[in-house]
C-alpha cells in the first residue's frame, strides 16, 4: 500500500498569503489528522478529520482551517500567514476516528517558509 | 500543551550500546505510542503500548509501561548509526488527539 503523501513538500510564502496543503492518506483509511512541528513548541495538534467531518481540533487560532473529502484525502489552509506560522506540517491518518488510540501512520510533511 | 516529556534531551552513544530513553505523562492514558523522526521528515511509528500492557517488544525495540508512576521506556538494543533520530513519546487517550512529547535526540557514532 502507499503511504500518505502530502503536497507540496516545500513552500515559501510572504506574510498576509494563505496557503493549502494536501494529504492523501493511506488507502482505507478514514481518519486524517494534521500537526504543526517548530522548534520552539514541537508537535502540536491542529485537527482530525473522519468521515468528512472536522471531529477533535486544537488550540490554534481561526486562521487555520481544514476540511475532509468524500475519498478521505484533506486540504488544510492557513490564511493571512504570518511569519510564526513557519513550520513543518505533517499529516497523519489511521484506519478509526480517534487516532489517538490506534496507529497512526506519518506523511513526510510539508515544509511552509514565511518571509 | 505536552503530555509527554520525554527524558534525556539529547543522548550520544557508540554503536552496539545500548539506549534507554523516558517519557513521563500527566493525566489517564489509553495507550502510549513511541514514534522516530529522522532529520524533519515525517515520523515513523514504533511501538504502541496499552494502558493494560506492561511491556512490549520489536526486534531491537523494549517499551515498558508504569501506570502507576505515570512513565515508559524506550531501550535500543545494540545501536546503530542508522539509529540516529529523534524519539517522541505520545499519549493517548479516547475522544482526543495524541500528544506529542518534545522528543529525545539520539546521536549513535560509529
Known amino acids: 500500500k502507499a503511504g500518505v503523501t502530502q503536497t507540496p513538500r516545500y513552500l515559501i510564502k510572504t506574510r498576509g498569503q494563505q496557503v493549502t496543503l494536501s494529504c492523501s492518506p493511506i488507502s482505507g483509511h478514514r481518519s486524517v489528522s494534521w500537526y504543526q512541528q517548530t522548534p520552539g513548541q514541537g508537535l502540536q495538534f491542529l485537527f482530525e478529520y473522519f468521515s468528512e467531518t472536522q471531529r477533535n481540533k486544537g488550540n490554534f487560532p481561526g486562521r487555520f482551517s481544514g476540511r475532509q473529502f468524500s475519498n478521505s484525502r484533506s486540504e488544510m489552509n492557513v490564511s493571512t500567514l504570518e511569519l510564526g506560522d513557519s513550520a513543518l506540517y505533517l499529516c497523519?491518518?489511521?484506519?478509526?476516528?480517534?487516532?489517538?488510540?490506534?496507529?497512526?501512520?506519518f506523511g513526510p510533511g510539508t515544509r511552509l517558509t514565511v518571509l | 500543551s505536552q503530555q509527554g516529556e520525554e527524558d534525556p534531551q539529547a543522548l550520544s552513544i557508540q554503536e552496539g550500546e545500548n539506549a534507554t530513553m523516558n517519557c513521563s505523562y500527566k493525566?489517564?492514558?489509553?495507550?502510549l505510542q513511541w514514534y522516530r523522526q529522522n532529520s524533519g521528515r515525517g515520523l515513523v511509528h514504533l511501538i504502541l503500548i496499552r494502558s493494560n500492557e506492561r511491556e512490549k517488544h520489536s526486534g531491537r525495540l523494549r517499551v515498558t509501561l508504569d501506570t502507576s508512576k505515570k512513565s515508559s521506556s524506550l531501550l535500543i538494543t545494540a545501536s546503530r548509526a542508522a539509529d540516529t533520530a529523534s524519539y517522541f513519546c505520545?499519549?493517548?487517550?479516547?475522544?482526543?488527539?495524541?500528544?506529542f512529547g518534545k522528543g529525545t535526540t539520539l546521536s549513535v557514532s560509529s
Open positions: 493525566t489517564s492514558i489509553n495507550n
Open positions: 505520545a499519549t493517548g487517550q479516547a475522544g482526543t488527539a495524541l500528544i
Open positions: 497523519a491518518s489511521s484506519l478509526v476516528l480517534g487516532g489517538s488510540t490506534d496507529t497512526q501512520y
